[in-house]
């Protein structure tokens, strides 16, 4: 995962609508990959926070991917790289969750729903593996990032089983698959803070 690759994401979430009266939301521009098909428009409400997300997420990944590779000299700097990974593998996490809840009420679903467990478990995954090719510094470093590990891998594999759940359209079993979100989620706040 390079720089140039977290500039593309803030840009597209950058470009996304916050008008109330756009007609493009961010499930039709980012989601869909067949115009041509008729495809489910969220509600305002909906859309506003899949936008706000988004955005987050897509400036987290920027700060996250910049540089986070190869050898770090200080235990300082690495804690530091530990805590923005935590933060952008959270958004990865609330995303999922939001996706989950609003498709249990009926506002999320088919493809749309689909996409955007996709996307979070890919950026989650992708976010793990740029993390995990930093050289920690010295053991204490290896320590640290085994804790994240322990947050981070169990994080991925629940979004992954998001991703096939809602590919195969199994929807009815997605809350009990994110049952364990919520709590990883402030795992990984903590982890975030106590680093900060």
Do not use: N
Not at 72 to 100: I, M
Not at 168 to 180: E, K, N, Y
């Amino acid at each position: 995962m390079t720089v140039e690759w977290g500039v593309i994401a803030v840009d597209q979430a950058l470009q996304l609508p916050f008008s109330p009266s756009s007609h493009h939301s961010w499930d039709e521009r980012h989601m869909t990959r067949h115009p041509r098909q008729r495809s489910w428009t969220p509600a305002e409400p909906t859309r506003r926070r899949f936008d706000l997300a988004a955005v987050g997420l897509g400036l987290l990944l920027l700060v996250a991917t910049a540089g986070c590779t190869g050898l770090v000299r200080s235990d300082p700097v690495y804690a530091s790289k530990a805590a923005t990974t935590a933060a952008a593998a959270a958004s990865a996490v609330e995303t999922a969750q939001l996706a989950v809840q609003e498709a249990a009420a009926g506002k999320l679903f088919g493809r749309s729903l689909a996409q955007t467990l996709a996307e979070a478990a890919s950026d989650a995954g992708d976010v793990q593996a740029t993390f995990d090719a930093i050289q920690p510094p010295d053991g204490r470093a290896d320590a640290l990032r085994d804790q994240l590990d322990g947050l981070l891998t169990p994080a991925v594999s629940t979004l992954d089983d998001l991703r096939t759940a809602a590919r195969r359209g199994h929807v009815d079993q997605l809350p009990s698959l994110a049952a364990s979100l919520p709590r990883l989620d402030d795992r990984l706040a903590q982890f975030q803070k106590a680093r900060q």
